[in-house]
């Protein structure tokens, strides 16, 4: 990853409200699988973690969803982009 990437992430990272995900993701109890095979509500250091790997993934052209969140890189707007959604619908469901 060069350099204005890794600032593209950072920037991202900085602007997002974690705090915000953390707090909806305690009141309705949202559990992601751990590293050891548990289950329970990620931390901030673990949401902020996945959210940078999820972040570098669309860099690489690889668009990535999970755990409630989205990373999407417009190349052509060189734009990057993180989300976090509870509910989502498409004409596929």
Known sequence: MTKEQEEKVEKVLDVF???K??????????????DDGGIEVPT????????????C????????????FAAFYD??????ELSFSIEEADSDY
């Open 17 to 19: 409200d974690f705090e």
């Open 21 to 34: 995900v953390k707090k909806v993701m305690d009141f309705l109890d949202w559990k992601w699988a751990t």
């Open 75 to 80: 190349k052509e707007n060189d734009i990057l």
């Open 44 to 55: 901030m250091y673990q949401i902020i973690k996945f959210a940078r790997k999820m972040l």
């Open 57 to 68: 993934k669309a860099l690489e052209h690889e668009n990535s969803a999970g755990g409630g």
